[in-house]
């Protein structure tokens, strides 16, 4: 299901658009186009494939899902999967987020997950200046976004899981304890396999060689792979 699809002019918003408008405005100087497509619709990835020329192999992943969490690249583009991870009626759920990224285009396909990304689109319409890098900003703005999101869902766990510790201290409900120690170590597991990869796929968004959708943007994508290395570190020592 499209959620919006809209063209950006020198870090602005331009306009909302129909999909099948899109090759027109990736053919003006100093614009791109952001979608975002909610669930996975053969129909409208094949349509948004034909609008933004997008890898067929990184098409096949995102219509497939259930993917581990990468970033690559594919010529001058750039497909990043990444888990998403939020509670609902107190148990950990997982969705994903598929990104492209081209020079001038940035398309998500969020499945899975309730909360979505209008706040990262409002964060960028606000700093118009680094939104004319383009597609880059974007990717980072998303990337951010997610996993600042991974730390209240671990830091509750670490709360349960020393919640779990002093019961078990205490004696009390033996079997009971031992089965929410196992569903409280599973979650860790979830939220490790959600961080480890992408830690490794980040590494290629900043340093020496960067990707030309991520150009100048070095500095932006280091400080989530920060962000990520904090929360490893925690994961570990939990």
């Known amino acids: 299901m499209l959620i919006s699809c809209v063209a950006y002019q020198d870090g602005k918003r331009s306009a909302e658009i129909e999909p099948q408008q899109i090759h027109h405005y990736l053919a003006m100087p100093g614009c791109f186009v952001w979608v975002a497509l909610l669930e996975r619709d053969p129909q409208v990835l094949e349509q948004m494939q034909e609008e933004f020329d997008l890898h067929p192999l990184a098409v096949e992943d995102a219509r497939h899902g259930h993917q581990r969490p990468k970033v690559h690249e594919y010529g001058d583009s750039i497909f990043a999967v990444m888990h998403l991870l939020e ?72 709360t349960e899981l020393e919640a779990v510790e002093e019961r078990i201290f205490a004696d009390t409900s033996a079997r009971e304890n031992v089965q929410d120690l196992y569903s409280q170590k599973q979650e860790l597991m979830t939220i490790r396999h959600a961080v480890t990869p992408l830690q490794d796929g980040i590494k290629a968004l900043y340093g020496a060689r960067v990707p030309m959708v991520c150009g100048g943007m070095s500095d932006y994508f280091r400080d989530v792979a920060e962000h990520l290395e904090r929360l490893s570190h925690t994961i570990e020592s939990i």
């Open 87 to 158: 509670r609902r009626d107190g148990v950990l759920c997982q969705g994903e987020i598929d990104v492209f990224a081209g020079r001038n285009y940035i398309l998500t396909i969020r499945t899975g997950a309730e909360q979505g990304f209008r706040e990262v689109r409002a964060r960028c319409e606000r700093e118009p200046e680094l939104l004319k890098n383009g597609s880059g900003y974007v990717l980072y703005a998303l990337m951010d976004a997610v996993v600042d999101r991974y730390f209240p869902v671990l830091d509750t766990v670490e």
